[in-house]
């Protein structure tokens, strides 16, 4: 499992998320590092809720699977930030009703695979 290490910013701090994505395109890895770091610097949500807000984003995004997909990063990021695996499975629970049963499945499926790689 992803070790729990609450990052006090959790793009600026995570060096292998930011390998991660210079590995997609170096270009593209030092633009969403320079803005995703300023927005997850802002203080009044705390990083873990900013994390399981992406994972709700990439449900409605339907972001969770193909090359460069976010949602394992993301599900790893709420992780490091000190989130279950049954609060992520509550979250998607809780997307089945807002954004569709049917886009709240392939996350389930995309978590359980997740979790067997950590």
Request: charged letters at 20%; aromatic letters at 6%.
């Amino acid at each position: 499992m992803t070790k729990k290490v609450a990052l006090k910013n959790a793009v600026l701090d995570d060096q292998e998320l930011q390998a991660g994505l210079n590995n997609i395109n170096p270009k593209f890895g030092e633009f969403c590092t320079r803005v995703a770091g300023e927005v997850w610097g802002l203080p009044l949500i705390d990083q873990k809720t900013k994390a399981l807000i992406t994972i709700a984003i990439d449900v409605v995004n339907q972001d969770q699977t193909g090359a460069g997909n976010p949602f394992a990063a993301h599900v790893n990021m709420a992780l490091k930030q000190g989130a279950t695996k049954e609060e992520i499975e509550e979250l998607l629970l809780f997307m089945c009703v807002y954004a569709g049963f049917n886009k709240a499945a392939g996350c389930f499926g995309m978590l359980n695979e997740i979790m067997a790689e950590n």
